[in-house]
C-alpha cells in the first residue's frame, strides 16, 4: 500500500481491500486508545486527501503482511504516517471494529469475514 499526501484515503481502502477482501479500512481524526473503539465522531471522510488529515508526511510503501496483528497494523500506521485507523470486519451484516480482538492478525481477521459476512 503506498502512503503520500496526494492519495486520496479511499484509494488506501481499496488498495488494503485489494489483499483483505472481508476487511474495511477507515480513518480517524484521533487515534483510539488501545481495548477501546473508535469514535464515530471522529471518522474522516474517505474522498479526503491523505495530507490533509496527518501532521507526519512520511512516503511510503508499505508492505501488509497477512500474519502482522492488526493492533500492529494500526500502529505502524499511525507511528510511521501519522494516520489514525480502524480495521473493521463484517459480522453478521454489520461492520464491527476489530478493537477487541486486535491480537489476532490480518489473515485471522478476513479468514473470520469469510465466515461471518454472509450469515
Known amino acids: 500500500m503506498e502512503i503520500s499526501d496526494k492519495k486520496r484515503l479511499k484509494d488506501l481502502q481499496k488498495e488494503f481491500n485489494k489483499q483483505f477482501p472481508f476487511l474495511q479500512l477507515e480513518f480517524y481524526a484521533r487515534p ?5 473503539s ?3 465522531n471522529d471518522l474522516l471522510k ?3 486527501l491523505v495530507g ?3 501532521n507526519i ?3 511510503g510503501m508499505v508492505e501488509i503482511d497477512g500474519n502482522m496483528k492488526v493492533g500492529a497494523f494500526e500502529q505502524l ?6 494516520l489514525n485507523v480502524q480495521v473493521f470486519r463484517k ?3 454489520k461492520w464491527l471494529q476489530t478493537w477487541a480482538t486486535d491480537i489476532w492478525s490480518l489473515n485471522e481477521q478476513n479468514q473470520r ?3 461471518l459476512g454472509s450469515r
Open 57 to 59: 508526511h512520511n512516503s
Open 113 to 115: 469475514g469469510q465466515i
Open 46 to 48: 474517505n474522498d479526503l
Open 52 to 54: 490533509e488529515v496527518r
Open 91 to 93: 459480522s453478521y451484516g
Open 32 to 36: 483510539h486508545v488501545e481495548g477501546k
Open 38 to 40: 473508535s469514535s464515530e
Open 77 to 82: 500506521l499511525r507511528q510511521m504516517y501519522g
